[in-house]
């Protein structure tokens, strides 16, 4: 009896340290963290402790190209219509990057229509255009706003896309 008590737990235990979990172990995926959680919060937390939501934002298969001298990724028109569609407030919407069922950094969605000055790594909200362009920055509203370490560049990152011939 005791044994059937305890399996639930032991299921539940591992799909809360998965978290991300994209088809393969080595797929890259951006991950919107749930609406309990500030922008603030997400970035002052462990991202181990942040709730995700059960499918990610974005995957390897959204991304036509990434540069990974400037972080820009060109996206499907699929993908990049869903990004246009988030409701992205002033202060930003938390997400996580991920490798497979690895956490890598977390960062958030930013409006350019914000006035408020962010230190870590944002996705700016695409608002129309036909290139379908999106840039991972460093700071908002400009670089110089980055402070800590900058972790775009992240190995298994960069190994993912290029195994998944992203890379440009």
């Known amino acids: 009896m005791t044994r059937l008590l305890i399996w639930p737990i032991v299921v539940g235990a591992l ?3 998965c ?4 088809g ?3 797929e ?3 991950y919107l963290a749930t609406q309990d959680v500030t922008t603030i919060e997400a970035m002052a937390i462990d991202i181990q402790h942040i709730t995700l939501k059960d499918e990610p934002v974005l995957t390897v298969d959204d991304i036509v190209s990434y540069s990974e001298e400037w972080h820009e990724i060109i996206l499907i028109p699929r993908a990049y219509e869903r990004l246009q569609a988030l409701k992205v407030p002033v202060t930003g919407r938390p997400f996580v990057v991920c490798v497979g069922n690895e956490r890598i950094y977390a960062g958030a969605f930013w409006t350019p229509i914000s006035s408020l000055l962010f230190d870590g790594v944002t ?3 695409p608002l129309g255009g036909d290139n379908r362009l999106i840039r991972i920055e460093f700071g908002y509203p400009s670089a110089g706003y980055g402070t800590g370490e900058d972790p775009r560049s992240d190995e298994r990152i960069m190994d993912a896309l290029r195994r998944a011939g992203k890379l440009k």
């Open 24 to 26: 393969q172990q080595n």
């Open 28 to 30: 890259f995926a951006i």
């Open 123 to 125: 996705i700016w909200q």
């Open 19 to 22: 978290g991300c979990s994209v």
């Open 15 to 17: 799909l809360c340290l």
